[in-house]
Structures are given as C-alpha cells and as structure tokens.
C-alpha cells in the first residue's frame, strides 16, 4: 500500500468554497425557469384515515392554477418498494399518517397554488391509528398495511411487523451463568430527523413527448432518475436529473418525496414545476429515523470479560415497510469480540412518516443500549470502563458477532489513543460526569463512474457521479492529482448529470472517498497508461519501457534510451498529433470498503435545579483509515459527534393522542446551536483499510454513534442515577433526581 | 470445497442448518447451488444478500472468486445510510 | 391586488421592486431581484439562514416585509467582499473548512459581519451566542467558531 504521499493528508481550501462563501452556489430551490409554476402540496391532518373523495373542481377553477393531481393520476407501479416510494408521495385510497400528501397543485404563483389548497375538499373516514412501536407490534393492533407481515413470524407480533432478524454465535444462556454480574435493561429512544438546514427543493420540467429535465437537491440523482422514470413510465434515458448543490443530506436524501409529484404537475401543465418543501412539511412528510424499544442483557466477570450478550431491538419505522432494524442488529455488539452473542431486531410499521436513513442508519440506538449496560456494569464491579472495552475490543481476527471476521481494525488503537489523553485523567468538578462509549459503522463501496479527461495544457477536468455533500470534490481531486502526480490545482472535478457520465450508487454509507476514489485512481491508472504510450511513441522506444514517476513519463531498463522524463502537459500538449485526445474512465463496484470504529470522551454537568445537561468538553477518537483531507474529516467527526448530542439531549418526534404532530419546526425540535457547545476535539486514527490503495475508510458515519451512550454514561455519572430513555430531557433528569 | 456459514435469521430458511461444504469458483455459482439445496432461500438469495468472503463483505456481485478453502458466510442484505 | 412600489439600496445599488403586501423580504430577495444567496430554512426566524442587515442591522429575512425595505440599505451575502479580495470572514471560514455543505453559510458570514461591526474583539461564548439563531447540521460549529474569532483577529490587524 502507498504510504509516503505528496497531497493526501493537506489540507487545501474546497474547489467549491468560492462560490458557497458568496452566496453564488445554486441550491436546490436556488433555480428558476422561465414561465415556470410553483406547486404546493395539501397534507393529511389525519394520522390514518380513508380517503372517501376529492374534489379538485374549485382548485381548477381558480385563475392561475394550471394542474391539480392526486393519487389517482399515478398509474399502477409494479416493484413493490417503487410503489411504496410512490404512496409516500402522493397518498392512493388511506392517508397513513400525519402529513401525508394527498392533492398537490401547480399555480403561476406561491399565492395562487396555496389559495387553491383551500379550495380542495377531501372527504375522509378516520380510521384507528397506532405510532407507538410496542403497541403497533401488539397482537390486534391497528394494522397500517395488510399482507406485508414478515415471513416466518409468529402470532405473537401484529402483521405490522415486516422483519425479524437475528444475528450471533455462541451459546447465550451457558455464556450467561458464566457471568459474575449479568444486568438487563429496557431502552427507548425517539424518533429524530435528519435536520438537514435545505429543504427538499426541486424544477422539473417534462414534456408530452416523455423528455424531461429534473434539477433537485438529492444524495443520488441516478436514483431519482431511476424511481422516478418508473414511477412516471418514461425512458431512463430520457429523463435528465441534474444534482444541485446540497444543503445537508445525512442520508435523508437517499429517496424521493415531491420529484415524482413536481413532474406530474409538470407533465399535466406543460410547464416547468418548482416544488419546494417548507420545514414543516420537511418534518411531518420526510423521513426521520426509526424510535426504538429495546432489551439489552449482559453478562461479565469479575475481571471485566463479557461472557455474553443479547439484544432484542424493536424499531418503528413508519407508514411503509422498510428494512433498517438489521443494521441495528449487526451493529449492536460489533465492537466486541464474543463468544456468546446475540442480537435480533424487528421492524415495525406505524402511522408515522415512512423512514429513512439517518446517519449510521439503526446503529446509534443499539449501540444506546449496549454501552449503556456495559458501562453500569463497570460501575458495579468497580472497573474502569475502557480497560474493559480494551479487555473485550474486536481486533484483526475476531469473529464479528454478525458473521465476518475482522481484517485490521483500529478499535483498540482509538481506546488507547483514549485512555491516554489528557481529557481522561483531567479532574470532574462537582455535578459532572464523564462518559465513554465506542461505536461501530460498516461503510460501503458500490457502483460509480468516473471519467477523467487529460486538457492540452496539463490540466485535468474529472466527472463523477456522486453528490458532493461534504466536501467530496476536494477529497477527489487529490486523490486524482496524487495519483497523477500533479498539484491539486491542476485538477477540476465536476458532479455530473445522468447523461454525462454512467451510473453511480447513492452517497451514502459513507462510500464516497471510498469507492468514488478507487474509481479515480483506476481511471488515472488508464490515462497513464496512455500517456506512457504516447511517450513511447514520441521516443519511439516500446510502451513497455516507459513508467510514470511524479507526474512524468521516464524511460525504465538499460535498453530504453536516455531521455530526460516528459511531464503530463508536455505529453497532453502535443496529443492532437500522436493520436487524439487522452482520457481514462473506470467503472466498477469495488467491495472492500473497511470498517470504522470511533471512541467518544465527553464530560457533562446536569444543573439540579433545572435539569439541563450542558457539554463540557467533548473528544472524538475515530479509525479513518487514511485522512485524504483531514480537516472535513475531522469536519465529519465534529458534525456527526454533534447530531447524536442533539438525539440524547433535545431532540424528539412528540405525537399526541390524535397522532399528529407536535413539534413540526426549530421551535419545538431542538437542534443543538452554537451555544449549546464547546469545541468538539476530533482526534483522527490512521489504521489503513487493506482493501484501499491509499488505505481509506468511510469517515462520515461512525462518529454519530457513541454520542448517545456516552452523553447517558457522563450523565449517569454526574446525578448518579441512570435514565433509560432519550432524549435525556431537563424534565426527565429533574423526574429521575 | 467452501465452508458456507448461513447467518442469523437466514437460517429460517434452511430448516435451520448453519454450515455446509459447497464447491464454487464464485459467488452467482455459489448461491445458485445454495437455492438449489434450501428452496426456500432462493427467493430472499433473489432480493439480495451480502456475503462475507474471508472477512471481506461483498454485496451480491456474481462474479466474486472463491476460494477453494474460503468461508463465505451469507447474511441479509446490507443497506447504506 | 394591487403591488406596492418599494425604493431601496441593496448592496450598494438603488434597487426599486413591486411587491405584494404580505410578501417577505426573502421572497423578494430570491424570487423577484434574483439575490438565492440568503437561503430559506424554516420560514420562521428559527435558522437564521435568511440573514440579511436592514441599516445594519441583523434581521431574518423571512420575518421582515418586502415592503419595509422602502428607504433602507439593505446588505445580503452578495454584497459581502470583493470579486478580488474575499472578506476575511468568508476567506477564514475557507481555510478553516468550516463549511460542508455550505447552505447555512451565507447567513453565518451576514450574521458574524454584524457581530463584528458590534464587538471586534469577542470571545469564544461571544461569538457563540450571536451564532446561535444560525442553525448549522453539519458542522458541529467548531470550525465555524474558530474562523470566526480568526477572521476577527485578522481585521484587528493582528497576526495569527
Ligand atoms: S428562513 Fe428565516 S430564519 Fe430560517
Ligand atoms: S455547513 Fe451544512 S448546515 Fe452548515
């Protein structure tokens, strides 16, 4: 593996940072059209209800407006999950949840199209709902769907119940009786939102003849490409889907939710469409991450070694089926090398916005509980809580407890690089505590594109495929120009609409410096390949005996003459002559990606007299594997460190017994904010993926997952009594004190 | 001869058999023979399942290598975030 | 209806809008002068990425009136440094990589300039509780934070 690097591991300032520090870069709801039309959607203010009939007459009939639809201007889907996609957008026969959307129109103003909302009547029959998990998964709950009951369950969970999964080795219950102290407890946690600060935002534009232009903030264009020319019945190819710039994502952009509406409108108008969410509609219509119900039981001896552990996971995943909990299951004990283990999960509807992934997706949570219990247990046997992580750390070897065995690992470099910091030997004042937690993320590889173009004058332009939701275009660059041996300068990396350059999985999983950086640097390996011909050519010695040293072809061997090496400009410049244009691509679906482990040190006060928690100091430990630019890395260790302080302390879906909900806005779901904080220090660990030329991990995820139980752990500590629920509002400590 | 090792909850659709000996030179052969043996694992092998290939996790590519010696183990699909 | 006829300067130039009596200052902004640098978040003062200065002072946008820009200066993001010389806010949250996605960017540079105007040598909870009606999900505001209290140093004139 390459260790020595000229520009990985700088830091230089963002291709794209000129633009976002003027004000110049186009967001999502940043475009216009010329004659286009504006949209609104009407919501159900029911949490579950049939929708007997709508009349849109009066809507139409109102000068300005120009299309009006509801669910029945959708035809049939026949991929299941596509139709689910489709009925979260627009509801077909029940509204299943609280902001659900049943009628959208398009006006040739804001005014007009909310005017005509007005104007629509729908007749609704409200029918019984549930949006608490362990109700929902009650025999004889109120089902949201029929006939999409997991297979192989039992009659003792409701037919909202759409997944079982278990995963473990071992023998439990002999580990158990092994145990010198085995505790278990029951954990819930709320649902939260992504909180992304853009609002869905999208134009659209598509003809009669099935042509269409589609500009929307999106994590995965190719993905809205392909959902929506489904949903739509029209040619992949004939549907352009450019990305914006994006305004936050954390995985809540990884599907479609007013893009399949904005073209209909479209489509009936003849005009092009401009749909943007309000952050209302964002939290009651998008996607927050599941709230869980969980039982974590753990064994350990004397001396710290877990003899075993067992997880059962309840997830609520809203109005659709879904499949997350399973990322729950596989994450809960993988920081731990185990003999015995097991972890299950459930997923479960309910009449709540239909999930979708948040950061780490089904990870925080589990990770919630088994830290959580692994830290009382320290307590009790009196040890100190990373020597027992240290004790029981997976490492290069270990049996994962879903299934693989770990290549190298850098959990127990993060411990270490812990237990040796100054923030875990600095003293606690009174009413404070601190807490420790590790977590756990996979991170992905999957299919990208790329194609990169040598200029005439040495310059190098890149088109990927990927949105760049933090800073990705920098990442590549210098990985293209590492792997050229050009400076970063040279190197312009654009993301690409669907027509410009092939397919690319979603940005998610924290895959993008990952797989989109193989991809790069196989992409180069061909223009290199190309340029060391062109060389040869010119010295008219074989291919063969050229190589490509800091950015210049050289002659190699003792036959291949002695010249001094061309540089890529020089070869570029005259390419026009020795056979045209020069340019390497790759596709592919590269494996491999590494998992990550992060370590979280944080000490917090609770004020006994109000119940309010404030961070005191806060440390990140974190395995990248290899930093390409460190500052968005620690950029990403910092931000995801902060979302999962707002999920422990603030940060909650409240329904009420009417099953709507309470706290659709900033007012009421609370955000952590600049004075909430102190600096969040990110301490990055090198331990290089095997399965990367330069030895890069994902990096965007893992941080999201020990803050939940370390925040728990510190503020267990400094009240001495531990809560069971998140988040760890000041009236739930003020209960417990 | 690769050593399979069916994970978790797939083992409801092996009749709850975790281990067997399949000879594969990849990945789509592999499965193949696997919904051959277990019936009832071809539809979920059909939706998707991610194997680990001597601690390597791979989504469900067809054409991965395998080992002679290897163990593949077979689990859900996993999904990103 | 019938549209109100509004005189302002914005950025520096005599700008003179139509706009409905119930329509935001942002709405003005984005959708009739074309400016999309201030961005809509929420609609309702709780993000702060709809920062713009009225005379001065530091306001959301979505909760003003387009027509009370009549007689005022208005500054948004566009109207912050120069084609060459970014302004030491917007050039230190640069070097400092203290954007990711960069959308609540142009209301925190709108937001610290006023701060700065105020209190050129603030502290860290300073700049923490001027900041804290701009929402920012991504970053953590750590590097937000240290570029800020930076840019401030640097306008002092002193060296880092
Ligand atoms: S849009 Fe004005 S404060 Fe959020
Ligand atoms: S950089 Fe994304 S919200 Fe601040």
Not at chain 1, 585 to 594: I, L, N, S, W
Not at chain 3, 124 to 139: F, K
């Amino acid at each position: 593996m390459k260790q020595d690097f000229k520009i990985l591991g700088t830091r230089p300032i963002r291709p794209d940072g000129l633009e976002k520090v003027t004000g110049k870069a186009m967001f999502g709801a940043d475009k216009s059209a010329t004659g286009m039309l504006h949209a609104r959607i009407l919501r159900s203010p029911h949490a579950h209800a049939e929708i007997v009939s709508i009349d849109t007459s009066k809507a139409e009939a109102l000068a300005g407006v120009k299309a009006v639809i509801t669910g029945a201007d959708f035809d049939e889907v026949e991929n299941r999950w596509t139709r689910y996609t489709m009925q979260n957008c627009m509801a077909q026969g029940r509204a299943l949840y609280d902001g659900h959307a049943v009628a959208a129109v398009a006006a040739t103003s804001k005014k007009i199209a909310a005017e005509a909302l007005k104007l629509i009547e729908v007749e609704y029959k409200t029918l019984p709902h549930v949006t608490d998990v362990d109700e929902a998964m009650r025999p004889g709950a109120p089902l949201v769907h029929e006939g999409v009951k997991g297979r192989k369950l039992g009659d003792d969970v409701s037919g909202n119940t759409v997944g079982y999964y278990s995963f473990g080795h071992g023998d439990i219950e002999a580990g158990f009786t092994k145990a010198d102290k085995v505790i278990e407890r029951n954990f819930k946690t709320a649902a939260t939102h992504q909180g992304y600060i853009e609002p869905q935002a999208c134009l659209a534009d598509l003809g009669a003849d099935g042509r269409g232009e589609l500009w929307c903030s999106t994590q995965g264009h190719y993905m809205v490409r392909e959902v929506c020319s489904e949903i739509l019945g029209i040619d992949a190819s004939q549907l352009r889907v450019t990305a914006s710039e994006i305004g936050g994502g954390f995985g809540g952009k990884t599907t479609v939710f007013i893009e399949p509406v904005a073209l209909k409108l479209s489509q009936k108008s003849g005009k092009p469409v401009k749909l943007v969410m309000s952050r209302e509609e964002v939290f009651r219509a998008t996607g927050p991450t599941m709230s869980a119900s969980m039982d974590v039981k753990i064994g350990m001896d004397k001396n710290g070694k877990i003899t075993a552990g067992h997880a059962k996971l309840r997830y609520q995943g809203g109005a659709f089926p879904y499949n997350m909990v399973m990322m729950g299951a596989m994450s809960a004990f993988a920081c731990y090398d185990l003999e015995n283990v097991q972890s299950e999960g459930w997923d479960v509807m309910t009449n709540r916005p239909k999930m979708i992934s948040y950061r780490a997706p089904g990870a925080p949570m589990a990770t919630y509980g088994v830290e959580s219990v692994i830290d009382e247990l320290c307590q009790k046997l009196g040890l100190d809580p990373i020597e027992v992580r240290l004790k029981n750390a997976a490492r290069e070897g270990s049996k994962s407890s879903y299934g693989p065995t770990y290549k190298a690992i850098g959990l127990v470099e993060a411990l270490e690089a812990a237990k040796a910091h100054p923030h875990y030997a600095a003293p606690l004042p009174a009413n404070t505590g601190r807490g420790v937690a590790c977590g756990f993320w996979f991170n992905f590889g999957g299919q990208v594109s790329v194609s990169m173009a040598i200029n005439t004058d040495g310059t190098v332009n890149l088109i990927e495929g990927n949105p760049d939701i933090g800073g990705s275009r920098a990442s590549i660059s210098m990985m293209a120009a590492e792997a050229l041996g050009i400076p970063f300068e040279r190197v312009r990396t654009i993301v690409g609409d669907t027509a410009s350059v092939g397919f690319s999985d979603v940005t998610d999983g924290s895959r993008v410096t990952f797989a989109v950086g193989i991809a790069t640097i196989n992409a180069a390996k061909a223009a290199i390949k190309e340029l060391c011909k062109r060389a040869a050519m010119i010295w008219e010695i074989d291919a063969e005996a050229v190589e490509w040293v800091d950015g210049a072809a050289q002659p190699t061997g003792h036959n291949a003459g002695n010249f001094p090496p061309m540089s890529l400009a020089e070869i570029a410049a005259t390419s026009g002559k020795t056979g045209g244009p020069i340019a390497g691509h790759h596709e592919g679906a590269p494996d491999k990606a590494g998992v990550s482990f992060g370590v979280h040190l944080v000490d917090v006060e609770v004020d006994p007299e109000t119940g309010f928690t404030s961070i005191k100091r806060y440390t990140a430990f974190q395995d990248v594997g290899k930093a390409i630019h460190p500052a968005y890395v620690e950029g990403q260790i910092q931000g995801g460190a902060v979302q999962g302080i707002g999920w422990a302390l603030s940060e909650e879906y409240i329904y009420g017994e009417d099953g709507r909900l309470q706290n659709p806005g900033f007012l009421d779901y609370r955000i952590p904010v600049a004075s909430d904080l102190p600096m969040i220090d990110a301490v990055i660990i090198e331990v290089p993926n095997p399965g990367h030329p330069y030895g890069v991990r994902g990096c965007g995820e893992t941080a999201i997952v020990p803050p939940l139980a370390a925040i728990s752990n510190g503020v267990a500590q400094a009240i001495g009594k531990r809560l069971f629920e998140l988040p760890m509002s000041p009236p739930k400590i003020l209960k417990a004190l | 001869m690769a050593r399979v090792v069916i994970f978790g909850s797939l083992r409801a659709f092996t009749d709850g058999v975790e281990r067997m000996e399949i000879s594969a030179s990849n990945t789509r052969e592999l499965l193949k023979k696997l919904s051959e043996r277990h019936p009832a694992l071809a539809e979920v092998i059909e939706a998707g399942v991610s194997l680990a290939i001597d601690g390597e996790v791979y989504k469900d590519a067809w054409f991965t290598p395998i080992g002679s010696n290897s163990e593949v183990v077979v689990m859900p699909l996993m999904v990103g975030g | 209806m019938s549209k109100i006829h509004v005189n302002s300067t914005i950025n520096g130039d005599t700008v003179e809008f139509l706009c409905e009596a119930d329509e935001t200052l942002l709405d003005v902004l984005r959708d009739r002068l074309n400016l999309t640098g201030a961005k809509e978040g929420c609609g309702t003062g709780d993000c702060g990425a709809c920062s713009v200065t009225i005379n001065g002072r530091l306001v959301a946008s979505c909760l003003v009136l387009g027509a009370e820009a009549e007689g005022s200066e208005i500054e948004t993001v566009e109207g912050i440094g120069a084609p060459d010389a970014l302004h030491p806010l917007q050039r230190q949250l640069l070097e400092h990589a203290a954007l990711q996605c960069g959308i609540c960017t142009p209301g925190i540079i709108v937001a610290a300039k006023a701060l700065l105007v105020q209190n050129p040598d603030p502290s860290e909870e300073d700049v923490r509780y001027w900041l804290a009606g701009n929402l920012c999900r991504c970053t953590g505001y750590d590097k937000i934070i240290r570029a800020v209290l930076a840019a401030a140093a640097e306008m002092r004139g002193e060296n880092p």
